[in-house]
């Protein structure tokens, strides 16, 4: 997988396991605005509003825990 150039889209992930967040970078660019769509979750934007990335806090008891949930509902849904 080559590097994606500036204002590209290219999807890469990044997690801190010491602070539990999870980032997504969506496309490289400079952020110019950002917006909280509740305590832990802020997407950032860049000058012609698309998305750059995603920061997720509390990744594990936000992802982690409803996936994990689901999975083990439908697991016991098809026995």
């Known amino acids: 997988m080559g590097k994606c150039g500036l ?3 290219c999807l890469r992930t990044h997690y801190d396991a010491e602070a539990d ?3 997504l970078t969506i ?3 400079p952020i110019t605005d950002s917006k909280e769509l509740d305590d832990d ?3 950032e934007f860049d ?3 698309s ?3 995603i920061e997720i806090a509390n990744a594990r ?3 982690a825990r409803p996936f994990l949930s689901t999975v083990a509902k439908q697991l ?4």
Do not use: C, D, F, T
């Open 21 to 23: 967040i999870l980032y």
């Open 51 to 53: 998305i750059v990335g």
């Open 41 to 43: 979750v802020r997407v």
């Open 61 to 63: 008891k936000k992802l």
């Open 47 to 49: 000058h012609k509003g």
């Open 76 to 79: 016991k849904a098809a026995r």
């Open 27 to 29: 496309r490289r660019g």
């Open 7 to 9: 204002g590209e889209s």
